[in-house]
């Protein structure tokens, strides 16, 4: 059983930063992928950034303005969020997959086997 506990959201102005934190517990294991989705309310969920075998991959709305990394020995995946804009305003997941993805392949939520609670990041304008 694997828990996933994100971090690190807020209210920040447009053009600020923020940076996310996910962290999992509960079972020892080596991740294949970890990734960031959100969701604003009335939309679907979307997929923001992953990160699988060294490699990231960004959606192309956030490619230039988040980064994010990963720290194996803290089972933890990190978002940095910088030039921040309104529309980044939702809840941001944080999701686990056992397995290695490649580019595109990253971004289908159905990929992945946990998930963790969601934090709330909203941008003024």
């Known amino acids: 059983q694997v828990q996933l506990v994100e971090s690190g959201g807020g209210l920040v102005q447009a053009g600020g930063s923020l940076s996310l934190s996910c962290e999992a517990s509960?079972?020892?294991?080596?991740?294949?992928?970890m990734a960031w989705f959100r969701q604003a309310p009335g939309l679907e969920r979307e997929f923001v950034a992953s990160?699988?075998?060294?490699?990231?991959y960004y959606a192309d709305s956030v490619k230039g303005r988040f980064t994010i990394s990963r720290d194996n020995a803290k089972k933890s995946v990190s978002l940095q969020m910088n030039s921040l804009k309104p529309e980044d305003t939702a809840v941001y997941y944080c999701a686990l997959d056992w397995d290695y993805c490649y580019g595109y392949e990253c971004t289908y939520a159905r990929y992945y086997d946990y998930w963790g609670q969601g934090t709330q990041v909203t941008v003024s304008s």
């Open positions: 990160w699988s075998g060294g490699s990231a």
């Open positions: 509960g079972r020892t294991f080596t991740s294949g992928t």
